[in-house]
Nanobody, 130 residues
Framework: QVQLVQSGGGLVQPGGSLRLSCAVFGFTLDYYGISWFRQAPGKEREGVSCISGGGGRTYYADDVQGRFTISRDNAANTVYLEMKNLKPEDTADYYC???????????????????????WGQGAQVTVSS
């Protein structure tokens, strides 16, 4: 059974750091990429970052580039999103997601297309506030 189980999130002050985890079950990260999305109240879900199957490629949204780092532990079948220098505008629900119909989903022009993803984590709330 395919599952994406998230952990992490919470309340942090501006400039602080958080780490999100996404443990996957039922498929292997050797072949499939994982993406992170976020959705702020009243806004559409948007792509944050992606790491390809095997971990050779990573992509970031412009507004998190240099502050967020995506990584993976294949042995643990887990993907991480390390978030530093958090800003109030980073406040949102964060989701990990997988497209198990396309091993090439994590590529430059396709990774942030929300409708393509067929499996989602349960979400984690991140609140950046003083």
């Amino acid at each position: 059974q395919v599952q994406l189980v998230q952990s992490g999130g919470g309340l942090v002050q501006p400039g602080g750091s958080l780490r999100l985890s996404c443990a996957v079950f039922g498929f292997t990260l050797d072949y499939y990429g994982i993406s992170w999305f976020r959705q702020a109240p009243g806004k559409e879900r948007e792509g944050v970052s992606c790491i390809s199957g095997g971990g050779g490629r990573t992509y970031y949204a412009d507004d998190v580039q240099g502050r967020f780092t995506i990584s993976r532990d294949n042995a643990a079948n887990t993907v991480y999103l390390e978030m530093k220098n958090l800003k109030p505008e980073d406040t949102a629900d964060y989701y990990c997601a997988a497209d198990l119909l396309n091993v090439q989903r994590c590529s430059a022009y396709m990774w942030s297309y929300v409708p393509a993803y067929n499996y989602w984590g349960q979400g984690a709330q991140v609140t950046v506030s003083s």
